[in-house]
């Protein structure tokens, strides 16, 4: 990790530069975790140049070497002065991440200092993914794999949407799942797994997801409602993998007991556009064409109506992933961001079948020098839960 530290503050200090910031703090979890490789209560101070510092309050355990211990915020000039770094004339802080009340109180320690927006920085280095970086993402690619094969001996029939899903995220976790999946932003949240079956799915919801769900709750507006499976339902399971820090993204349909004619084709339909996608999406291929791609396909097969939701739609196609569930890039039709070698990208294109429920699959692809590289591997076709007969 010790080169992986050094080559991702190297690459944040050549975005500095072009900023025009001569230092960035940087003190929220997730990129904490990113700049040092875990997470901590206090900040990492990375200069235009030279060494970056950490300053530490919690935990109370001895710190790296080369750390400082911190009480408060408000000992940050001096502490910084008495380790030979000069005070800011440009400071960066995590615009995107910090509550104002703690954006200002920070901005305020260095009174003078003029402060910039840094988090885009930050999102834009994430968005390449190091050799090292890949190497989780495989890793934990492989046990999610393993979670899905798993997930249709865990059906019971009478079960709930609910009940159903509660025995997935009791098998996700027994394979080794950290029981956390980050959002970027403050109007995205998720749950740990995704159960979506009959009409249930096209709920609208206040959170941009292809297909959300109603939820139990007002205070949870997403993922199952508790109404019972029928045969004959097609059932979506969306979750994030997660046993390294490092999320990979996959969706597979299960249909109660057989699959419905329009079920079927609906599906095939939605497997035709990821492989087209697949052969589409390469370095240079601007996110936005894989969006139009996508779309153009629904139109012309007659499903424009119930692609990536009904009532409510989805606007994207797909999404950036890595420490959070949506990084950069978004394959909207907005995001002319031409794909890199390097990027992350989940690909999730859904339909609903009114009377019947979701369909589709998710899949986690490396963008490569000749294409890309699905990481997620587990079977795609609709898999049938319990023993029911039309």
């Not at 030279?50 to 919690?58: H, N, Q, S, T």
């Not at 991440?97 to 988090?119: D, H, R």
């Not at 139990?216 to 997660?242: I, L, Q």
Request: glycine share 10%; with cysteine.
């Amino acid at each position: 990790m010790s080169n992986e530290r050094e080559r991702r503050k190297e690459a944040l200090q050549i975005q500095m530069h072009a900023l025009g910031a001569d230092a960035f703090l940087v003190t929220s979890p997730v990129h904490l975790f990113y700049m040092t490789g875990r997470i901590f209560d206090g900040f990492y101070y990375v200069p235009a140049q030279g060494d970056a510092v950490e300053l530490i309050r919690r935990p109370l355990t001895p710190a790296q070497a080369g750390a400082i211990r911190l009480k408060s915020p408000a000992q940050l000039p001096d502490l910084l002065h008495g380790a030979g770094l000069p005070p800011p004339k440009h400071l960066a802080l995590e615009d995107r991440e910090l509550p104002y009340a703690e954006y200002t109180y920070l901005s305020g320690l260095f009174p003078g200092a003029s402060i910039l927006g840094g988090s885009a920085l930050l999102y834009r280095i994430r968005m390449i993914k190091s050799p090292y970086e890949i190497s989780l993402l495989r890793e934990g690619a492989k046990v999610h794999d393993e979670t899905h094969r798993r997930i249709p001996s865990l059906y019971r029939e009478g079960m709930t949407d609910w009940a159903f899903s509660v025995e997935i995220e009791h098998q996700i976790r027994r394979m080794g799942h950290l029981g956390i999946m980050r959002c970027a932003g403050i109007r995205l949240e998720t749950c740990s797994a995704i159960v979506l079956s009959g009409d249930s799915a096209g709920s609208p919801s206040p959170y941009d997801y292809s297909l959300p769900g109603g939820g139990r709750h007002p205070s949870a507006p997403m993922g199952p409602d508790n109404h019972v499976m029928r045969p004959g339902d097609t059932v979506n399971v969306d979750f994030c993998g997660n046993i390294n820090g490092y999320l990979t993204d996959i969706t597979r349909t299960y249909a109660v007991g057989y699959v419905k004619p329009e079920a079927a084709a609906a599906h095939a339909f939605s497997l035709s556009v990821m492989r087209a996608i697949e052969h589409t999406a390469r370095p240079g291929v601007l996110c936005s064409d894989l969006y139009h791609l996508a779309w153009d396909m629904a139109e012309s097969a007659g499903y424009a109506d119930c692609f990536m939701g009904t009532v409510q739609q989805a606007k994207f196609i797909g999404h950036g992933i890595g420490l959070q569930v949506n990084e950069l890039p978004v394959l909207t039709k907005s995001d002319a961001t031409p794909l890199q070698s390097g990027m992350i990208i989940a690909i999730e294109p859904k339909l609903i079948c009114p009377g019947v429920g979701p369909v589709g699959a998710e899949n986690t692809y490396l963008v490569t020098e000749g294409g890309t590289e699905r990481l997620t591997l587990c079977n795609e076709d609709i898999a049938i839960l319990g023993h029911s007969k039309p």
